[in-house]
């Protein structure tokens, strides 16, 4: 073998090497701990939203922006009118989110 076979197989291998590492790290960096307990829709931060399998940084800020937009959610379906989260998406959310009803100020009498 010449010297420059040697050469570019070796380069080859580095290359492959550090791409096996990078995927490796991609694959370990999306698997998260799930939260202890459900996070409720209507009061999470972004921080919390995030803690969920699924919802990354861009989904978090969607789901912040839909409820300052749109008033507090009823139903964890309503997470489908978001871009980005489909029917299979939220199915593999369900058991970490939920949705309390929002705080009704109490009428007073007079």
Do not use: C, W
């Amino acid at each position: 073998m010449d010297s420059k076979s040697r050469f570019a197989r070796r380069e080859f291998f580095l290359a492959a090497a550090f791409l096996l590492l990078v995927f490796a790290g991609l694959a370990s960096a999306q698997k998260k701990t799930p939260p202890a307990h459900p996070v409720d829709l209507n009061s999470a931060s972004a921080a919390e939203l995030q803690q969920v399998p699924g919802i990354g940084p861009a989904t978090a800020k969607s789901i912040i922006n839909f409820r300052k937009k749109s008033g507090p959610f009823r139903r964890a379906e309503d997470l489908l009118a978001i871009h980005g989260i489909s029917k299979t998406a939220l199915e593999r959310m369900r058991p970490y989110i939920s949705v309390k009803p929002p705080e009704m100020p109490s009428a007073k009498s007079a």
